[in-house]
């Protein structure tokens, strides 16, 4: 009795790594066919809507294919590498065994006539050619079983690369571009970039090896053209000569525009955004606050051995004064929920923080920022800001917020009108800290001065108490000694 052994890969596929995220962009493959890898090692990094994530692999073996390329958008359930796992019989296993070891199996079981073998039929010659531009009369290429990925068909079915491209010369007409009714030769990636670039590759001329279109062609095509040599012409009077239109400007970088296709982050931002701003109907209040006694105390504070090592800022005790504005109204920690018509007062504070990152605005937030000392708040912050910046910010940080500081003032923006965070009531803008003449015990003075302003949902927070805990904030600030008196 012979043992058969399993030699399919495991299909490992997108995740879910959020909640009820339906697709994640494939940024980079840290592995690639060939490479061992072992349960937990981390195989590539995906983006969705919330933030960048590296998935590990959960079992031992060696990469058999990468299903999709880097950049490409991948449905949660669908596979994304095959892995042949350790233990597997290889992939090339002889066809049969040694005359000498089937002999005693032959032995044993009794006489019957030999089958007469298959015929084998010798494959037609077939002209190769590129996947999608046509096959040859002779081409043998089957069709892959369903639910089989494309990655996953042998290569002797699937033609790619040098291979494909001899012989395609003669589809090509005498200028280069594709002949009539054919359609253009260019790689998937190619192709993805044109179309995110707006170019009809038909239009292009290719520079590649056998007319094939490269990324370059491409740049190329979304570049200005060339001004034509001027042509002289005979002079024509004219009674009243029109006047001609302006030449276009060339920009920076010889391109007229770009295209950046909207995914990922910041494709979840924009309809966040949108959502909030046509469905909670905001209000924003500003106040101007002298705060230079809470700039005095953040130099003391840097001094401080309890806070050595840590990050301490305006926006420590920006925060820090926030959270006793809150604590002092708490009505402002609250949510609307429109599926059961009630106001959701939450008695803990997740605080948020906006930052921008190369892949969009993130908003992180600090759990249960409510019960944390300064020093702990101080390195809550600073955890946050950091792994932002190093783009490796979870989905479950930016979830849960209850309310948000957005600190414009580091542009040096003196202040701005900011959207609500989805799901919350409230949001600080923090504008820039800078010296301005200021009235200060009846003479003018140059004072640290920044403008606060507080955008909240007018559905549950009224004028009155979205003023009192903006002139709470601010009191605070100008006066630093309240973090004791009001805590």
Not at 88 to 106: C, Q
Not at 429 to 435: D, E, L, M, T, Y
């Amino acid at each position: 009795m012979t043992t058969m052994t399993d030699t399919s890969p495991r299909e490992f596929k997108m995740p879910d790594v959020g909640e009820g995220l339906t697709e994640a962009e494939i940024l980079k493959w840290y592995v690639q066919p060939g490479d061992t890898v072992t349960d937990g090692q981390v195989v590539c990094e995906v983006e969705t809507a919330k933030a960048a994530v590296e998935l590990p692999i959960p079992y031992d073996g060696v990469v058999r294919a990468l299903h999709f390329p880097e950049g490409t958008t991948v449905d949660v359930g669908t596979s994304i590498i095959a892995v042949d796992v350790a233990g597997g019989a290889p992939a090339s296993a002889p066809a049969s065994a040694p005359a000498a070891t089937a002999a005693p199996a032959e032995a044993a079981a009794p006489a019957r006539p030999a089958a007469k073998p298959e015929p084998v039929a010798k494959k037609p010659e077939r002209k190769p050619v590129l996947v999608g531009y046509g096959v040859a009369e002779s081409s043998t290429k089957r069709r892959p079983r369903k639910g089989v990925p494309a990655a996953a068909v042998p290569a002797e079915d699937t033609l790619y690369a040098a291979t494909a491209i001899q012989g395609v010369q003669g589809e090509l007409n005498g200028h280069g571009h594709a002949a009539a009714g054919q359609r253009p030769l260019a790689k998937p990636p190619v192709r993805k970039l044109a179309k995110d670039l707006g170019v009809d590759l038909a239009t292009i001329t290719p520079s590649g090896p056998d007319g094939v279109i490269t990324r370059e062609d491409v740049h190329a095509a979304v570049a200005p053209p060339k001004a034509p040599e001027p042509v002289a012409q005979a002079p024509v009077t004219q009674a009243a000569p029109a006047a001609s239109a302006p030449a276009p400007v060339a920009s920076y970088d010889g391109a007229r525009e770009t295209r950046i296709p909207v995914k990922g982050v910041r494709k979840a931002t924009a309809a966040a955004m949108v959502g909030s701003a046509f469905t909670a109907p905001h209000v924003t209040e500003f106040v101007t606050v002298d705060v230079t006694r809470t700039m005095k105390l953040v130099e003391e504070l840097k001094q401080d051995k309890e806070l050595a090592g840590l990050r301490v800022n305006p926006l420590l005790l920006i925060a820090k004064a926030l959270l006793v504005a809150i604590r002092r109204h708490p009505d402002i920690n609250a949510s609307w929920d429109e599926a059961a018509q009630e106001i959701v007062v939450k008695h803990y504070v997740n605080l948020g923080i906006a930052a921008a990152t190369p892949r969009g605005l993130i908003v992180p937030n600090i759990k249960d920022a409510h019960a944390k000392t300064l020093p702990q708040l101080a390195e809550s912050l600073g955890e946050l800001v950091s792994t932002a910046k190093e783009g490796r910010t979870s989905p479950a940080a930016m979830q849960g917020g209850t309310v948000t500081i957005t600190n414009v003032g580091v542009f040096g923006i003196d202040t701005g009108t900011p959207i609500l965070n989805p799901g919350e009531s409230a949001i600080l803008a923090v504008g820039s800290i800078k010296p301005q003449p200021w009235v200060h015990k009846g003479k003018v003075k140059p004072r640290q001065v920044t403008t606060l302003a507080l955008s909240f949902d007018h559905r549950l927070v009224d004028g009155e108490l979205g003023s009192k805990v903006l002139a709470d904030v601010a009191a605070i600030l100008e006066q630093p000694k309240r973090l004791i008196t009001w805590a």
